[in-house]
């Protein structure tokens, strides 16, 4: 029977970029680059925002990422998981959002324009639809790349499980609904992820 050197062991968990001393600028083609902090692709990148109205008509994300040529020329990159700039890492889910909170579950905003009902200009009887903005939390795994809404249906059925004790401060707490992102803080300082 052949020993696993313990060196090997280590290197699983030193190599996720949770342990990273410095980010790595470039292109995340899938979540293992995300996750061992080895982006594919380096270049020129740059996010590109765009009007509320192209959001709204055109069905656009709020912003996308291009790349830069040497001669200037921008080309749009759609095959993607995300990207860093050296400094912040964005997660490709309806457009570039950046993460808020790196460590066993990385929390991130998605910013949407949602459609809702048409409202009726009485002087000249149009339909006028409102289009409001909405921000949603979500929650990344990054041992699994899982993806969740954070919500406490999701904290406490999905997440919080793994550590039972912070699971039973927040089924007496009576405020938890107003402090989702504050479970995910102390779930990420309490539990330290692991490859497997």
Not at 6 to 32: H, P
Not at 55 to 63: E, G, K
Not at 82 to 95: A, P, R, S, T
């Amino acid at each position: 029977m052949m020993a696993i050197p313990v060196i090997a062991q280590n290197r699983n968990q030193a190599d996720l970029i949770t342990n990273a001393r410095t980010l790595k600028k470039g292109l995340y083609k899938s979540f293992e680059e995300f996750q061992t902090n080895s982006p594919s692709e380096e270049g020129d990148l740059i996010i590109k925002n765009r009007s509320a109205a192209a959001q709204i008509y055109l069905l656009a994300s709020r912003n996308e990422l291009v790349i830069r040529d040497a001669g200037g020329q921008e080309h749009k990159i759609k095959n993607y998981w995300g990207f860093c700039d050296g400094q912040y890492i964005y997660i490709k889910d309806n457009g570039l959002n950046k993460i808020q909170e790196l460590g066993y579950y990385c929390m991130y905003e998605l910013h949407v324009m949602q459609p809702s009902r048409g409202i009726v200009n009485q002087a000249d009887m149009t339909v006028n639809s409102i289009n409001t903005p909405v921000q949603l939390k979500k929650v990344v795994n990054i041992v699994t790349g899982q993806i969740l809404e954070l919500s406490a249906y999701n904290l406490k059925k999905y997440i919080l499980p793994q550590d039972s004790s912070l699971l039973d401060e927040f089924r007496v707490d009576k405020e938890k609904k107003d402090q989702l992102e504050y479970y995910i803080y102390r779930f990420n300082q309490r539990n330290k992820p692991t490859l497997k």
